[in-house]
């Protein structure tokens, strides 16, 4: 069975250590901040300049002054603080943040990401991305498997503009846990019920399979 965004988070963040600064991208990235485990300390970071953000609020409890990069309302964790996008940037830049978790349209088989434009569609432009990838040493990428037409998008080289080379270190789709090894994909863990045939079906990438895969655990 393939995973729900939701449960891409709650695998995702299993990678997620005690002491980690972590800065959290748009989409699915933002719900890994809900599975965080309650006996670690982890500090968020969103570039439009909040560290310390907490779960999504409930409904009814939102307050729209509070919001992360992606413009949803947030929830603020005791002792978080408040900067500007310069300071902001300067602990991505420095490389003060720990783990970077993207969306992605595309990743390829050498750590190539796509992730912020499709040729013809308007975008207002790559936003942190860039900064992101390019100063990240720990990116894990949170993705669908396949597009809408069922097409792979774990793949040998990417075909949309590219966000960053080189630089993305593991992928967690709803498929499976893949990491990037020696200009190949490495399958590390499969999604529950879904076979290995099937992940390498999905995936248009050089794919290492050794041994017997286990399923995902939350």
Known sequence: MALSKEQIAQRIAK?????YYVNLGIGIPTLVANFVRDD???????????????????????????????????????????????????MIRGQHVDLTILGAMEVAQNGDIANWKIPGKMVKGMGGAM???????????????????????????????????????????????LEIEDGKFRLLERAPGVSV???????????????????MTF
């Open 15 to 19: 990678e997620v250590k005690d002491g």
């Open 131 to 177: 900064d992101l990838v390019a100063s990240a040493e720990n990116i894990i990428v949170a993705m669908m498997h396949t597009n809408r037409a069922g097409e792979s998008k774990i793949l040998k080289q990417c075909s949309l503009p590219l966000t960053g080379v080189n630089c993305v270190k593991k992928v967690v789709t709803n498929l499976a846990v």
């Open 40 to 90: 670690i300390e982890v500090e968020f970071q969103s570039e439009n300049g909040i560290l310390g953000m907490g779960p999504f609020p409930f409904e009814g409890e939102e307050d729209a002054d509070l919001i992360n990069a992606g413009k949803q309302t947030i929830t603020a964790m005791k002792g978080a603080s408040f900067f500007d996008s310069a300071k902001s940037f300067s």
């Open 197 to 215: 045939e099937e992940i390498d079906a999905a995936t248009e990438g050089n794919l290492i399979i050794d041994g017997d895969i286990p399923e």
